[in-house]
């Protein structure tokens, strides 16, 4: 799914786009994509190489009207790559290892 999602951002900023993710995501709620700020800028901004500031793709996302929903799909879909939502992967992968562990406390706690 990842790369589906990229794929849909690359095709957002004019780069080949294989196929769309709403194609392949019967039912997914991805009209969020379409207000997104970034549809107005340069895509390389949310993909930085490496070593390039990543402050100018937060700014905009702090001011998209969408960063909640762009975030979430991008911490739900383990996205690795780029800014979405104003969080780096690094950041999201944070968020997904927090997230493991509430869940495999969980388990523990409901096994007993
Ligand atoms: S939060 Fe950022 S990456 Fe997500 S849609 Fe908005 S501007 Fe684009």
Same mark, same amino acid.
């Given at each position: 799914m990842p790369i589906i999602s990229l794929q849909r951002f690359g095709e957002r900023f004019g780069r080949p786009a294989v196929t769309r993710a709403a194609d392949l995501l019967p039912g997914a709620d991805d009209n969020w994509f379409d207000r997104g700020l970034c549809a107005q800028v340069d895509g390389e901004t949310f993909f930085p190489e490496k070593g390039v500031p990543v402050a100018p793709a937060r700014s905009i996302c702090a001011r998209c009207d969408v960063q909640q929903e762009c975030l979430d799909y991008a911490v739900d879909n383990r996205i690795a790559d780029g800014v979405w939502g104003g969080l780096t992967?690094?950041?999201?992968?944070?968020?997904?290892?927090? @997230?493991? /562990? *509430? =869940?495999?406390?969980? @388990?523990? /706690? *409901? =096994?007993?």
């Open positions: 992967g690094r950041e999201r992968r944070k968020i997904w290892r927090e @997230r493991d /562990a *509430a =869940a495999a406390a969980a @388990r523990e /706690a *409901a =096994a007993g």
